[in-house]
């Protein structure tokens, strides 16, 4: 199985401010109809996970543009430009190139 | 807008059968390139993929719990369901059901059943 790990596991981060995750996969993400099938969830403290980001950079209806994706090959990133109270919660990237399709082990995003 | 939700037990006593089923409204299961996907989350832990089901009834399950699990379509009902044998304590999960709209991402989500395994 393809292997997510995320960087930092825990983001303490001041409201205002940027805040950055990596994930980095065991295996280029890009499948061989040339997409690369990396996304990003977002799941705030007792809700179901919610999809911001698919396909490394496409943003979801109604995710603000101060969220963002970007990456090729196996290094990705979520950049979250000035973080609202709004963001507090556990974000994971997933790729669903190979099969099975997998997930990071999360990030904890909370306010200092 | 699609929504999914979730139904069955809370709890299961080891060795039984998990049996949940989602329902599917503002979207018909047996229309589109949908893979209905069954997903799990034990107790602050990470994600992990079940396996789904396509609108033909063709399946596809995550090898760790292939011996064990059956996932079904029922389009009269607009439901799709999941069979998970022998349970044990590591199966104790918040289990969700979701929409794979083409094979690589999860679209909409259910909002989760905890499932507890215990005597």
Redesign the interface.
Known sequence: DVVLTQSPLSLPVTLGQAASISCRCSQSLV?SDG?T?L?W?QQRPG?????LI??VSNR?SGVPDRISGSGSGTDFTLKISRVEAEDVGVY?C????H????????TKLEIK | QVQLQEAGPGLVKPSETLSLICTVSGGSVSSGPYYWTWIRQPPGKGLEWIGYVYRTGSTNYNSSLESRVTISLDTSKNQFSLNLRSMTAADTAVYYCARDPDGGTFDFWGQGVLVTVSS
């Open positions: 499948n997409n099938y996304n969830f809700h179901s996970p919610r999809r698919s396909q979801d994971y997933m790729q669903g190139t099969w099975p399709p997998t997930f990071g082990q999360g």
